[in-house]
Every structure is written in structure tokens, then in C-alpha cells.
């Protein structure tokens, strides 16, 4: 056997055996959420069958407002949806299929690019007892994914659970706009200066932040005394999606004046600018989007420099956690 029929035997091995190692993995992912909402059943049943609100509300359609919409068939019926195209967010449609009133609706969810897949959604509406006027709103998209994106699909659960987190709690405030909800706005390109920090570490469930920086902030302030520069930082420089943890740094700038040997530095350099307005609840799903918008702008990711996290209004600083300020620093090349 000569040496290049022997690499070819190989090579047919291997691919029969990555064939069918694909094979075995599960062919499609769910996602589910439910949220609680102060209006009835029908009130939801109506409001999601419309959708020209979805631009209120949608977690995709948030990338690109000037994304083409095209709407079809009767507004509220079976048979109607709509078509998006954009450059950022791909292109695709929504139909109705089925509606069961003041129970459920079923559509068809079917993407064309950036590739070619079909999901089938649900929402379920469910009332709530001894309050007539409120009901649960239960999300779920069953897909099915081409065989080689098969290993990818426990990061598709993730992000796509991101996204329907983020789409509730803006549906949220689409209806009321004094509930606690999420504002998202991409800012762009910006550079950033490196600067001198003091820090306390964390290592640990992600759960686990916001009793860690409500405790870490003040204790820094108070080191810091009149060396203190700007707003506090998070810099995390490792994220677990598996397992939900983290390990990340409080951090707070002080000038050169600061006494202490326990300066470190937080690097500078070129980021994609978010901005978050609203309750830290909604950081998980901000960053998600925030990746992804930064992906969908062609940008490729800093692997080596950690996300920032900039808190520019705090807790400390309003009464109404819609007021709270946040900046996500995403380390591009």
C-alpha cells in the first residue's frame, strides 16, 4: 500500500467516525421561559399576534432598527407574520400556525441566512390564581440544527435562553414602563486608557456578584480614601457558561498619589461600547447581546484582554434601578 492510499484509509476512518459521533448527539435544542405579566390572558394572546410590537420588545430586532420588515396575511390570524432582512441580523419569517384563544399560539419560525434552519414556537398563556387580571406567559422554541453546528448546541441554549431573558424583561417594560426593565444601547468603537486599580478577587458562582461588589466597592472606597479617580470596574477575567462561575476583580482607579503597594493595572486599549440602564438582574442577557452585537458588526474578539464592567450609576447613587447606568466593554482587536 503505497503511503497516500494509506492517508486516505485514514482519512476515511476518521471522517466515518466523526460521521457517526454527530450522529449521536441530539439533533435540536428547547428553550423555555415563563414570566409573569399584569394582564390577562387574552390581553398577551392579542398583543403577541401583533407583530408590528414586536420591534417594542424583540431581543434580535434590538440590533438593527432599520432592519426591512415585510408583514403578511391578516393581522391576528392564522397565516399572518412577518419577513426581516438586514445585514446584521440575517434574514427569515414568522407565521402563525395555530391559536388556541386565550390558551396558545403556535408558529414557524424560519431562518434563510445566515444559514438555513426551521424552529417551532410557542406561547402558552396561563392565568393565575385568585388574579383574574394577570397571567404567566410560557416561551419555548423546539429547532433542529444541520449535523456539523450539532456540538455547538449547548452554546445555542444558552444564547438563545439569553435572548428570550432579554425579550420578556423588554416586553416587560413595553406594557409598563415603571416596572424594572432592561435599555440597551450600542454605543460603538471607543478607546480606552490603561489605568492603576485596587482590587479584591472573586472566584465563584456568578449568583454570587452582586453581594460580592455590594460588599468589595465600599471596603475600596474606603482604602482608596482620596486616591479614588473614577467609577468602579469589574474585569472578569474568566466566565464558565457550563457551570455559571466566574473569576473577576472589584476594581476601583486611584491616581498615582495612592499610598498602598497594592496597585495593579486595569489595560486600556479598543473596545465595543454597550450600555445598560436598568436593574443588574439584566447584565446576563446585556452581555449576551452584547457579544453578539459586536460579532455582528464584523469586530473580532480580544481573547487575551478580559471584559470590563463600568459602573457609571450605582445603586449607592438612585432610588430606581431603571435609573442604574452600566457599561459593558467588550475587548476587540
Known amino acids: 500500500m503505497t503511503t497516500s492510499m494509506w492517508l486516505i484509509g485514514v482519512l476515511c476512518i476518521a471522517l466515518a467516525g466523526?460521521?457517526?459521533?454527530?450522529?449521536?448527539?441530539?439533533?435540536?435544542?428547547?428553550?423555555?421561559?415563563?414570566?409573569?405579566?399584569a394582564r390577562t390572558a387574552?390581553?398577551?394572546q392579542a398583543y403577541l399576534?401583533?407583530?408590528?410590537r414586536w420591534q417594542d420588545w424583540s431581543p434580535w430586532l434590538l440590533h438593527d432598527p432599520q432592519t426591512e420588515l415585510h408583514f403578511f396575511g391578516q393581522a391576528g390570524q392564522?397565516?399572518?407574520?412577518?419577513?426581516?432582512?438586514?445585514?446584521?441580523?440575517?434574514?427569515?419569517?414568522?407565521?402563525t400556525d395555530a391559536i388556541k384563544p386565550g390558551q396558545s399560539t403556535a408558529l414557524t419560525l424560519k431562518f434563510?441566512?445566515?444559514?438555513?434552519?426551521?424552529?417551532?414556537?410557542?406561547?402558552e398563556f396561563h392565568e393565575v390564581a385568585n388574579d383574574p387580571t394577570a397571567c404567566e406567559l410560557r416561551w419555548v422554541m423546539d429547532a433542529k440544527v444541520p449535523l456539523?453546528?450539532?456540538?455547538?448546541?449547548?452554546?445555542?441554549?444558552?444564547?438563545?435562553?439569553?435572548?428570550f431573558d432579554l425579550g420578556l424583561a423588554r416586553m416587560v417594560g413595553a406594557l409598563d414602563s415603571s416596572a424594572p426593565h432592561p435599555r440597551i444601547s450600542f454605543l460603538g468603537v471607543c478607546t480606552r486608557p490603561a489605568q492603576s486599580v485596587i482590587t479584591r478577587n472573586f472566584?465563584?458562582?456568578?449568583?454570587?456578584?452582586?453581594?460580592?461588589?455590594?460588599?468589595?466597592?465600599?471596603?475600596?472606597?474606603?482604602?482608596?480614601?482620596?486616591?479614588?479617580?473614577?467609577?468602579?470596574?469589574?474585569?472578569?477575567?474568566?466566565?464558565?457558561?457550563?457551570?455559571?462561575s466566574t473569576r473577576c476583580d472589584a476594581a476601583l482607579p486611584v491616581t498615582d498619589a495612592y499610598p498602598g503597594t497594592d496597585i495593579q493595572s486595569m489595560g486600556g486599549g479598543k473596545f465595543y461600547h454597550?450600555?445598560?440602564?436598568?436593574?443588574?438582574?439584566?447584565?446576563?442577557?446585556?452581555?449576551?447581546?452584547?457579544m453578539g452585537h459586536a460579532r455582528m458588526q464584523k469586530h473580532k474578539l480580544h481573547k487575551r484582554r478580559p471584559p470590563l464592567e463600568v459602573y457609571i450609576k450605582r445603586s449607592d447613587t438612585v432610588s430606581n434601578s431603571n435609573d442604574l447606568v452600566t457599561d459593558l466593554l467588550v475587548p476587540i482587536r
Open 18 to 37: 466523526t460521521g457517526l459521533w454527530l450522529m449521536r448527539l441530539p439533533a435540536g435544542y428547547r428553550v423555555e421561559r415563563v414570566q409573569r405579566f
Open 49 to 52: 399576534l401583533d407583530y408590528a
Open 112 to 123: 434563510i441566512k445566515p444559514f438555513k434552519s426551521q424552529a417551532q414556537v410557542f406561547f
Open 148 to 163: 456539523p453546528m450539532r456540538p455547538f448546541l449547548p452554546m445555542f441554549e444558552h444564547m438563545i435562553g439569553m435572548d
Open 78 to 95: 392564522v397565516g399572518s407574520g412577518y419577513g426581516w432582512q438586514s445585514q446584521s441580523i440575517g434574514q427569515g419569517a414568522i407565521s
Open 274 to 290: 454597550v450600555r445598560l440602564q436598568g436593574d443588574y438582574r439584566f447584565l446576563g442577557p446585556a452581555w449576551n447581546a452584547a
Open 42 to 44: 387574552d390581553f398577551m
Open 203 to 244: 472566584s465563584g458562582p456568578m449568583a454570587g456578584l452582586p453581594g460580592f461588589f455590594a460588599k468589595a466597592f465600599p471596603e475600596l472606597a474606603v482604602q482608596a480614601g482620596d486616591a479614588a479617580t473614577s467609577e468602579p470596574a469589574g474585569i472578569y477575567h474568566q466566565i464558565t457558561i457550563k457551570d455559571g
